[in-house]
């Protein structure tokens, strides 16, 4: 979900009042613009087409229901969306797998993480936004949400505290862990092909 100038952010605000108050048109132009957004998030918080496509269609259900809860003068429109689509993949993760703790990290205990100041950014040019996508996917759920939401939805910090239910400062110390997480995957990766690649070459001589 890409940045929104306030013009913009008012527009979607008068679109969920509109749906609220029972207007099928304003739904649909609600859908046409934001069910991709809604689709991508669901896409990388599972990693799976299918239930990204479940996830876009429940939570635009819930936009129906609850439309006439929405306060704009607590969140805007897309955060609003952001934390019903969040909602609904949450419940589908947790009917699908043991929800993963805070504590669990990948690659262990010990694993350093690398001194990478845009991990996200070097993945995208160096590996493809696949691996990207495996990695994002391995990182425990809090911290791949601030991930999603700030760096691939691009989402400002308090849209994202809005739909992920916390402060900002929350929303912050979880993007700067997923960050440091996501730049040890890529550390571990790099070393272990490091051997493999060497051991290769003395193959062919």
């Not at 099928?24 to 990204?52: C, I, N, P, Q």
């Not at 259900?61 to 019903?84: E, F």
Request: net charge positive; with cysteine; proline share 3%.
């Amino acid at each position: 979900m890409t940045l929104l100038s306030s013009q913009a952010f008012a527009s979607y605000a008068a679109l969920v009042a509109r749906v609220a108050a029972g207007d099928v048109g304003a739904f649909g132009e609600l859908y046409r613009r934001r069910r991709g957004d809604v689709y991508r998030f669901a896409l990388h918080m599972t990693g799976s087409r299918a239930a990204a496509e479940d996830v876009a269609q429940d939570a635009f259900l819930a936009v129906m229901r609850s439309a006439a809860r929405y306060d704009a003068s607590r969140a805007t429109a897309i955060s609003w969306l952001c934390g019903i689509a969040r909602n609904c993949v949450r419940q589908r993760l947790d009917r699908e797998r043991p929800f993963q703790p805070l504590a669990s990290l990948a690659g262990g205990a010990d694993a350093e993480p690398a001194a990478q100041s845009d991990p996200l950014g070097e993945l995208e040019l160096a590996e493809g936004i696949e691996r990207l996508r495996r990695m994002v996917l391995s990182l425990p759920v809090p911290y791949r949400e601030a991930v999603v939401l700030c760096d691939l939805q691009e989402l400002s910090y308090a849209d994202a505290a809005a739909a992920m239910r916390c402060g900002v400062g929350t929303v912050r110390s979880r993007l700067h862990r997923g960050r440091e997480l996501l730049a040890a995957k890529l550390g571990a990766e790099r070393r272990q092909a490091g051997p493999a690649a060497g051991r290769d070459a003395r193959c062919t001589t």
